[in-house]
């Protein structure tokens, strides 16, 4: 993936990476901290990767394996430009600090538009995805 940020586009192709993870401890399916704990937690842990990052705070609910319905807390990272390999490393440092299982990890392309660049640099969006299938195709 972290290969795709060699495409040439005019505007900086970015690997966006977002890390989901529930607030519930995973044995006693409670949540042990109060939310600014979590968020102090998840800021030292980005701060050694030296990873920017963006938290935003969720309230959801899911069907747990046993069957059961649970309502959690969650909380979204969002990491900018990390290389993929330091965004595992820091999926499994949250599983540890905040005690889960699992988290969801999902990677996306996006585009750093520069809005000072003139429009006659600008090329459309299905252009861009061309550029990028046919990278991946070459793989």
Known sequence: MNLLLHIQYGDRIMLESRIYVGLLDKDTRKQMFDISDYKLRLREICKVYKAPFFVTFMEGGYFHDDGSWVEENSLMVTLLNVPEDTVYSIARDICEKFHQESVII?????????????????????SLVRKIRSFIGRQ
């Open 106 to 126: 999902v990677m996306d392309i996006v585009v750093d538009y520069n809005v000072r660049s003139g429009p006659e640099n600008k090329r459309s969006w299905n």
